[in-house]
């Protein structure tokens, strides 16, 4: 924050001594044609030093950078006193070219040091003290004269590239992901994420409209003002109200507008007020309208868009980051500079001495803008989806035993006799009444209620599609453990004509639990609209085991059977409904049914397995359902490790892959439980476990007493 503080002062500074001391030396219209040259000179610049950042990285190139900066301002002031034209074209390049330069390679070590979730927090932060910077930077130039201000601007880039050295050295950061990092180049970036495309169009858009009011502007205070120390003094005591403005709006609007309004929205309100105020200086001409033209969009660019705009690499690899950052950030920058000084040319050729066309074309520059800022949400996404999905290699597989330590608390409250074996008692049905009817119904029907393991075995065995009058026999062996893998099979092969039975026993409450419970995995390979939507019914259930496994069953059916499909809308009000459920408890219950490791489709994680919350496992079982199922299984994962950087990778990208009511749901508990997990369990919390404990036993065992009075 110091750091680009100092920064912000020098580069404000440099803005008003860059404006003062060359309109003191040239006339305005000598203007477009020094911007065409300083942007021809960044693009230059930017594409050299994409070169140098794909090889040292921007931790090494960017403290030399700096040194570098201060020491060319020095050179400018000796140049100043001898030859002032000529120290103000130095000046002017170095301000907009290199000063670009070095913005971008500040905000890449930023990208490189912050994962995308706390990057939403801090660098609104950081972007708030360069604003007090600005504001310092501003008063400087207001009340110091143009030679001594050059001369300042040196040391404080001197002074930015030793707290930056400091802060942010090389060898502990840059040199701790240089081994897993790859060379890019700007293509293959682009190439990699298409919606930088969409991202450059905007900037050079943006800059190009900012470039047409700017010359409007400082054409109407160089007519008003004249030229020298009066005009230098102007420019410094704007640029200082326009940073105290941004400081306001960064301190007070820029965080909670980015959080609620989105990336893409946030980035598009600085070329929609732009388009706006163009319009309207049309009807209201002079310099105090461009001057608050101008200055709305100073402070929308420095405030909102700066920061919503630096959001949008996060979801960029380094690799790719360090290859294209600098050529959008100022070549595609001072390309609009360069496009926005041609139109000016131009118009004031067709239309000498008018205004109103520079500002016409302003509005259309910035629609365009505003039409490419919309259309950045979606490539975003996509770009945090290859993020999580680029991080799936780098995850230790031994994270599951991470997360069977986060949850081995929990498990400890389930009784140590395993409910399975409560539950595995046969259907109480005599075996030795003998099978008088010759029917073949009857035969299997007595075969299947025998009660016998290995007659009931034969019986399912036997059974095929057209057996379908006995599917509710098959479907009560569901509870009897030792036969219920075989009666699931053959449920299988009875195939649709069973589906309504199978729907019947899921939703009716009055069922026994356990047959209600292990349906599901029936309805899974019964692909049919109405095992769809009997899937989709047991998400209201009390029981959250047969809301878990109707969730996985429905997963696998959709997946397998892409001609079946689910309403989007409904699948986000079954995750609403399923998160308020959760919001008073969150806790990971245990599954009655163990799932056996080999068959892996019934663990939304197959390196996780048990070890996963069973909530979570549910929630993202029902994401996956609309998002692209190997993103949301990487975010899962990543919610289970300690990587803090992959962790706020899966935020950023639940965060904007998912509505508003889901995401206002799901974060805040998400969060909670990442607190919860990072919280050690105390001897008070470890004893009311076991307290805990007793009462369970008691209560199963009770239970269970109740079960065999009925029966």
């Given at each position: 924050m110091?750091i680009?503080g100092?920064?912000m002062?020098?580069?404000?500074?440099?803005k008003?001594a860059?404006?003062?001391i060359?309109l003191?030396?040239?006339?305005?219209?000598d203007?477009p044609?020094m911007?065409?040259?300083?942007?021809?000179?960044?693009?230059v610049l930017?594409?050299?030093?994409a070169?140098?950042m794909?090889?040292?990285g921007?931790?090494?190139?960017?403290p030399v950078?700096?040194a570098?900066?201060?020491a060319l301002?020095?050179g400018?002031?000796?140049?100043?006193?001898?030859?002032p034209?000529?120290?103000?074209?130095?000046?002017?390049?170095?301000v907009?070219?290199?000063?670009?330069?070095l913005?971008?390679?500040?905000w890449s070590?930023?990208?490189?040091s912050f994962d995308?979730?706390?990057?939403k927090?801090w660098?609104?932060?950081i972007?708030?003290?360069?604003t007090l910077?600005?504001?310092?930077g501003?008063l400087?130039?207001?009340w110091?004269?143009?030679a001594?201000g050059?001369?300042?601007?040196?040391?404080?880039h001197?002074?930015?590239a030793?707290?930056?050295?400091?802060?942010?050295?090389?060898?502990?950061l840059?040199g701790?992901s240089a081994?897993?990092?790859?060379r890019?180049?700007?293509?293959?970036a682009l190439?990699?994420y298409?919606f930088?495309?969409k991202?450059?169009?905007?900037v050079?858009?943006?800059s190009?409209?900012?470039?047409?009011?700017?010359?409007?502007?400082?054409?109407?205070a160089?007519?008003?003002?004249?030229?020298?120390?009066?005009?230098?003094r102007?420019?410094g005591?704007y640029?200082?109200?326009?940073?105290l403005?941004?400081f306001?709006?960064?301190?007070?609007?820029t965080r909670v507008?980015?959080q609620?309004?989105?990336?893409?929205a946030s980035?598009?309100?600085?070329?929609a007020m732009?388009?706006?105020?163009?319009?309207?200086?049309?009807f209201?001409?002079?310099?105090?309208g461009?001057?608050?033209?101008r200055?709305t969009?100073?402070?929308l660019?420095?405030s909102i868009?700066?920061?919503?705009y630096e959001?949008?690499?996060?979801?960029?690899?380094p690799?790719e980051?360090?290859?294209?950052?600098s050529?959008l950030?100022v070549?595609?920058?001072?390309?609009?500079d360069?496009?926005g000084?041609g139109?000016?040319?131009?118009l004031?050729v067709?239309a000498p001495?008018?205004?109103?066309?520079v500002?016409?074309?302003?509005c259309?520059?910035s629609?365009?803008?505003?039409?490419?800022?919309?259309r950045l949400?979606?490539?975003?996404?996509?770009a945090?989806?290859k993020?999580l999905?680029?991080?799936?290699?780098e995850?230790?597989?031994?994270?599951?035993?991470d997360s069977?330590?986060?949850?081995?608390?929990?498990?400890s409250?389930?009784?140590?006799?395993p409910?399975s074996?409560l539950?595995?008692?046969?259907p109480?049905?005599h075996?030795?009444?003998?099978a008088?009817a010759s029917?073949?119904?009857?035969?299997q029907?007595?075969?299947?209620?025998?009660g016998?393991?290995?007659?009931?075995?034969r019986?399912l065995d036997?059974?095929r599609?057209e057996d379908?009058s006995l599917?509710?026999?098959?479907i009560?062996?569901l509870?009897?453990?030792?036969a219920?893998p075989?009666a699931?099979?053959a449920?299988k092969?009875?195939g649709?004509g069973?589906?309504?039975?199978?729907?019947d026993?899921?939703?009716?409450v009055d069922?026994?639990?356990?047959?209600?419970r292990?349906v599901p995995?029936?309805?899974?390979f019964?692909?049919t609209?109405?095992?769809v939507?009997?899937?989709f019914?047991?998400?209201?259930?009390?029981r959250?085991?047969?809301?878990?496994?109707?969730?996985?069953?429905l997963y696998?059916l959709?997946?397998d059977h892409?001609?079946l499909?689910?309403d989007?809308?409904r699948v986000?009000?079954a995750?609403?409904r399923?998160l308020t459920?959760?919001r008073?408890?969150?806790?990971?219950p245990?599954?009655l049914?163990?799932?056996?490791?080999r068959?892996?489709?019934?663990?939304?994680?197959d390196?996780l397995l048990d070890?996963a919350?069973r909530?979570?496992?549910?929630?993202?079982?029902?994401?996956?359902?609309l998002?692209?199922?190997?993103?949301?299984?990487?975010?899962?994962?990543?919610?289970h490790?300690?990587?803090?950087?992959l962790?706020?990778?899966?935020f950023?990208y639940?965060?904007s892959a998912?509505?508003a009511n889901?995401r206002?749901?799901?974060?805040?508990?998400?969060?909670?439980d990442?607190?919860?997990r990072a919280?050690p369990?105390s001897?008070?919390?470890?004893?009311?476990?076991?307290?805990?404990?007793?009462?369970?036993?008691?209560?199963?065992k009770t239970?269970?007493q109740?079960?065999?009075?009925?029966?």
């Amino acid at each position: 924050m110091v750091i680009f503080g100092l920064m912000m002062a020098q580069q404000v500074a440099g803005k008003a001594a860059r404006d003062g001391i060359f309109l003191s030396q040239f006339s305005s219209s000598d203007l477009p044609a020094m911007v065409v040259v300083a942007a021809i000179a960044g693009v230059v610049l930017s594409i050299g030093r994409a070169r140098t950042m794909v090889r040292l990285g921007p931790f090494s190139s960017t403290p030399v950078s700096l040194a570098i900066s201060g020491a060319l301002h020095g050179g400018e002031w000796l140049l100043l006193g001898h030859h002032p034209r000529i120290a103000a074209c130095a000046i002017y390049l170095h301000v907009v070219a290199i000063g670009s330069i070095l913005l971008s390679s500040f905000w890449s070590v930023m990208n490189e040091s912050f994962d995308p979730r706390a990057a939403k927090t801090w660098f609104g932060r950081i972007s708030g003290a360069g604003t007090l910077g600005g504001l310092l930077g501003g008063l400087m130039a207001a009340w110091v004269s143009p030679a001594v201000g050059v001369l300042l601007l040196a040391v404080l880039h001197a002074v930015c590239a030793g707290l930056l050295w400091r802060a942010f050295p090389p060898v502990s950061l840059a040199g701790k992901s240089a081994a897993r990092e790859t060379r890019s180049s700007v293509w293959e970036a682009l190439h990699r994420y298409p919606f930088l495309v969409k991202l450059a169009g905007l900037v050079l858009t943006a800059s190009a409209s900012a470039s047409l009011l700017d010359f409007v502007f400082k054409a109407q205070a160089a007519h008003a003002m004249g030229g020298g120390a009066p005009l230098v003094r102007f420019f410094g005591l704007y640029y200082t109200a326009t940073s105290l403005l941004i400081f306001l709006v960064q301190a007070f609007v820029t965080r909670v507008f980015v959080q609620h309004a989105g990336l893409p929205a946030s980035a598009g309100v600085l070329p929609a007020m732009t388009a706006v105020g163009s319009f309207g200086a049309l009807f209201v001409p002079g310099l105090r309208g461009l001057s608050a033209v101008r200055g709305t969009e100073a402070v929308l660019r420095g405030s909102i868009y700066r920061s919503a705009y630096e959001l949008f690499y996060t979801a960029v690899a380094p690799a790719e980051k360090r290859a294209v950052k600098s050529v959008l950030d100022v070549g595609a920058e001072r390309l609009g500079d360069a496009v926005g000084a041609g139109m000016v040319s131009l118009l004031l050729v067709v239309a000498p001495g008018r205004f109103g066309p520079v500002l016409t074309a302003a509005c259309v520059c910035s629609t365009i803008a505003l039409l490419l800022a919309m259309r950045l949400h979606g490539g975003y996404v996509r770009a945090l989806e290859k993020s999580l999905l680029n991080r799936a290699v780098e995850i230790d597989p031994a994270l599951a035993e991470d997360s069977v330590t986060c949850s081995v608390l929990m498990r400890s409250v389930v009784t140590e006799r395993p409910i399975s074996s409560l539950e595995s008692s046969r259907p109480e049905v005599h075996s030795d009444r003998p099978a008088t009817a010759s029917d073949a119904f009857v035969r299997q029907a007595v075969e299947l209620r025998s009660g016998d393991h290995d007659r009931v075995l034969r019986a399912l065995d036997q059974l095929r599609t057209e057996d379908w009058s006995l599917a509710p026999l098959a479907i009560e062996l569901l509870a009897w453990d030792q036969a219920m893998p075989v009666a699931r099979d053959a449920l299988k092969r009875m195939g649709a004509g069973i589906t309504g039975m199978l729907a019947d026993a899921l939703l009716d409450v009055d069922r026994d639990f356990t047959i209600r419970r292990r349906v599901p995995r029936v309805l899974a390979f019964v692909p049919t609209m109405r095992s769809v939507e009997a899937l989709f019914a047991a998400f209201r259930d009390q029981r959250f085991e047969v809301r878990f496994y109707a969730g996985r069953a429905l997963y696998l059916l959709l997946r397998d059977h892409p001609e079946l499909s689910v309403d989007p809308e409904r699948v986000w009000e079954a995750i609403n409904r399923e998160l308020t459920l959760q919001r008073s408890a969150w806790q990971s219950p245990r599954l009655l049914d163990s799932r056996d490791a080999r068959a892996s489709e019934w663990f939304f994680d197959d390196q996780l397995l048990d070890g996963a919350d069973r909530n979570l496992e549910h929630l993202f079982t029902l994401l996956a359902l609309l998002l692209p199922g190997d993103a949301v299984r990487i975010a899962f994962r990543a919610l289970h490790t300690d990587d803090r950087q992959l962790r706020g990778t899966a935020f950023e990208y639940l965060e904007s892959a998912t509505p508003a009511n889901t995401r206002h749901l799901l974060l805040p508990l998400l969060e909670a439980d990442a607190v919860k997990r990072a919280r050690p369990a105390s001897a008070e919390a470890l004893a009311k476990l076991m307290q805990t404990k007793v009462q369970v036993d008691e209560k199963l065992k009770t239970t269970m007493q109740s079960a065999e009075i009925r029966t």
